[in-house]
Each structure stands twice: as C-alpha cells, then as structure tokens.
C-alpha cells in the first residue's frame, strides 16, 4: 500500500481519516471514527500521551486537524479499572479530559479507542462487514469469512462497557462488532487502514452478489407524480418534508422478502437517522390506511415501553415502493438524501445478508428502543441549525433567468426554500441556478407550451416530492397604441403574459388538491393593471387578466387551502430585460422626459418619492409565499413606491 503522506502525525491522521470517509461502503455521513495516539506538552511542559480523535459529529469525508480533540490517556486508561460508569458519567468524565477544554466534544466511542494499546484504531460500519454482523450466527459467519483470528463481540450498545469487551481482546487481530461494525488497528497508519481494507474486501466476496428482485417495467411518470405528492401530502401534516427518491432501491423494493427487509436494520448510523421508520407501500395501495396502520403500531411500541412520542416521530423516514425504488422523507433536501444514502446502504447489507446466510439476526425490540431515546447518539443531532423560514418548502419561479424573477428566486432560495426555475433563456438561467444558495433546479424552455410547464411541474414533483408555491412571473414588455399595434404583437403579449399563466395555473391546481396541504400561488402583475398608460395597451391589457385569473384562482382554490394573491410592482429597472432600450425609449418619449432621468421620473412620481428594487418585490412575494399570509387570498399588493391611480379595487 502507498504510504499515508502528512507534515506530522496528527495531519497523517487526517489523512488516513479521509481515505476511510471518501468510501461510501465503508462510512456513511458521519458515521465511524478513527484516532492515533501521540505525544503532546502540558502546560508544564511535560511529555505526555494523547489520543486523538474524531469528534462527534463531523464527517470523516472532510474532516481536518481541528475536528480530532486531544484527551490526556493517562487520565483515559486508569477508568478501565472503574467496572461501571453510566454513560452521563462518561461523558462528563472526558470532559474533563481534554487538552483544549472548548474543543469539539469527543466521540461517544472514545474510550474504545483509548483502551486498545495500539497507537491507531480504526472503527468503520462497511456494508460488507455489517452483512457478516447481522447474520444469524454472526461468530460463525465472521470466522468463515475472516478467519479465526478476528474475534466477535455481541451487541452492547457503545459505551464503557463494550470498550472494556473490545480490550480484551487486544491480543486478536481485529474485532468485529455484532449490528455495528468493524474496529481495527495497528502500529503504522497503513497497517491499521490496511487491515480495513483487507477484511472488507474478504467480507465482500463472502457474501458475494445481491438478488435484484424482479424486473418488471416502471411506473409512468402520472403514477409516480400521484404517488408522491399524496405521500408528500401524508408526511408533512406537522411540519412540511421533502422526498428524495432512489429508483436504484428498485432491487430491494421488488424482492419477494421485501416485508421483512423493510424491518431489518444493518448499523448505528440506521438506527439514529432513520430508526424503525421503514414501510413497504405499493403504488396502488390505500396509502393512508397504510401510513394509519404503520403509525398505529408505532404509537403501540412506545405505549408499550411507557413513553410518550419518539424523539425521530412516528411517520416512516423511508418507504419500499415496488416497482419504483426508495423514496427517504427530510424536514429538506439534504436531510432526505442523508436517508435515502443510509438506506440504500443498509437495504445492500441486509439484502446481502439474508440472500447469503438464508436469515438474519438483529436487535430486539428493547434495544432498538434503547436507542432511539439514547441521549448520546441525538446529541448528534441536535448539532444541525434551527430551520430557515421556507425549509422544507418547493417552489416554482418562471422567468427566472433575470430581473425580478432572478431577484425573487435568490430570495427564496435564502430562506431555505428548494426551487425549480424556468426560463426560456437557457445561458441566463443556469447562472441564475448557480448563484443561490440552496437548492436550484433549472427547467429551459417556452413558457406558452405546454409541454414545457408539464416538464417543469413534473421536475418539481420528481425531485423534491411535491410543490408548495408557484411564483408566475415570466413577461415580456408590450408597447404600442392600438391604432398601430400589429396582431402578432397583440397576440404575443396575451399568449406569454396571461395564457401561459393560466395553464400553469391549471396544470398545478389538482397537484396541489392531491398533495392535500394547500399552496400558494404569486401572480406578479403589474401597476398598469389597474393605472394602465396609454400605448402600452397589449401589456396592460395582459396584466389586467392576469389581476383577475388570480382572482378565478383564489376563488376555486379556497376550499382546497390553495391560496393566490398577486403584486403589483411598478418601475423596476436593475436587471430586468422588460426595460429594453426600446421600451425605455418610449417611456421616456411618453412621459416627455429624457431618457438618462427616466428612472428618477419614476420614482419621483410615486407617493413615498423612492425607487422600488427587485428586493421590495422579493420581499412581498415571500410573504406571499410563506404560511405568514396563510388568511390572505385574492389580494393585491402594489410594490410600486406608492401609485394613488393604481390603489387595488
Ligand atoms: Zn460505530
């Protein structure tokens, strides 16, 4: 093997650390740890042993120097002779342990690492080792496919108490922990990584090759799009989720044993992000009597163990489709796809697992239990930030590519919410895509077809579960006087201003009444819908319609939670390419000012004297947006400085 290259020990070990973390058969987000034990001065210059090693909750993939805290070992080693200590205990003990006191906090595996003599320990929870672990004699399982001189200890959850059990047996060449893993270690960082690699590797081709399941075709994209935004619509009655899907799951959803994998679990890392949370549901299945009678059951665990909700809830955080795949359930996206990676995962172990050994063991139910109220392993998560405003939300923005769309869609993205984004100028929006700071999915195309919008509508749909806002806001500027204006133009305004609206309008309506859990739909119009100006007829003309198909909407959508509201926006030039130098030309040559005073003319005419950015537009429309006008429907609210002529009425 090449050797694991640093300026100095510590750096070797974040080196060795990322090797490990860069696999995903080995460690999954967060999951394993490593540490090397070396020297470091105290504060009074004495030469003393430390151990470093990962703290909890940083990633092995990306971790560095500063994520290893040092603990003095010799005040580790002498707990070993203490018999019992409770987790709380421990805790506190390390604590107090530590070379830098506001270090990160140092992994709940920490004296598992300390008691072993070897000066590296490497513990990782590879898909492989795990589908030995969980077999249903995992000793004889790891002796056929590792040899006899790595040894097995049964299922403790981590602690002082497994950490002393994997001491003992110091002496072996590694161990492997039942349900959970695989530690070894060594003198030199190649040997310990080494030694991981070699019995992963072994474990591999024992278990050998995953049955696929059956092969029938894939749903069409109606049924999966149905499917979704009713399950979407199911999950988020509390707090709104995001779905990711995994149609490569398809191979564990179509198995004949799919029940019973859905119940298995293959690791630690299951346990915490996903749980017991597993359900099988077909795409014609009642799909709330399914989630009824998941959650019942659920609920009767917990009455059974004499405690109140689960701290991970009772709805499934991942759902077997056959014929589909996986389908992980998140308060976002990110939190979705964590699932939907653990799973996929631990779906390959246990399928591997049960496909070689014919069965499989795992935790009873008191453990699992156990864990989902250990307060050790949620600290983890309670690392992870408040929710933004719009967390969990999917919108839709057209016009997106620039301007005020572009504007909006930065807004949105900002407080959290996950967007597809559509544009006829393909360039503009993938810049646009690019530039926010969440989640942004493009969709380039002509708004006026209808085919496009299904597309966008769908793309929503299929990467984040469902839809909650649609801002229509693509437009084009229309000028002339009736007397010249041509047909085509006339025509033109109408089809990109209004009608492309109104399909998209009808297309996302019985989406949202499927989903269950309403929406809201932001026109953004204009202030010539109520304050129109002479020669600029096809555009006002358009926005006009557009104040009343708002209107139609609100009044259809009501029942159905599905609010729509507009804004009307006056005089916004940054950006926007409705300010063409035509169309600044004769506004300008209208109003009977020069062109280069066009802006301040505009500002000037208004009640509060201001200029109106793309933000004061951004702003109102995430009001919109957002539950905070979730008793507002059919209003109009003018962004435009203040317009007596164009007051809402
Ligand atoms: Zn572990």
Known sequence: MTAIEGANELDRLVSRSRLIGADPALVLHGGGNTSTKLLERDQLGRERRVLRIKGSGSDLATVTASDFPGLWLDELVPLRERGVISDEEMIAYLGRCLVEPDSARPSIETLLHAFLPATHVDHVHADAICAL???????????????????VVDYVRPGFELSCRVAELSDRRAVVLAHHGLVTWGDTHEESYGLTLELVRLADLFVGPIDPGSAAPAPDGATTERFLVRLRGLLSRDRRQVLAVDRTQRAFADRGDVERLARMRSTPDHMLRIGVETCVIGLDDDLAGKLGEFEAERRAVFERHGRGEPELGRSPKVVLVPGLGAVAAGPDRRAAEVRR???????????ATLDR??????????????????????????LAPPPAELAGHVAIVTGAASGLGREIARDLSARGAHLVLADIDGDGLEEACREQPGDAIAVEGDLTDGAVLDRLVHTAVASFGGLDAVV????????????TVTEQEWRRSLEINLTSHFLLTRRVIPLLREQGIGGSLVFVASKNAFAPGAGFGPYSVAKAGLVQLMRIAALEGGKDGIRANAVNPDAIFGGSKLWSEEVRRERAEAHGVPLEALEEFYASRSLLGRPVTGEDVAEAVAFLVSDRSRATTGAVLPVDGGVAAAFPR
């Open 341 to 351: 990676e653990i799973a996929r995962h631990s779906h390959a172990a246990v399928a």
């Open 133 to 151: 672990a969980n077999a249903p004699d995992p000793h004889a399982a790891v002796r056929a496919a590792l040899g006899p001189d790595v040894a």
């Open 472 to 483: 229509l806001n693509a437009g084009v500027a229309a000028t002339g006087s009736l007397d």
């Open 357 to 382: 050994f014919g069965g499989a063991s795992w935790l009873d139910e008191s453990d699992v239990f156990g864990f989902e109220y250990w307060p050790l392993e949620l600290y983890k998560l309670t």
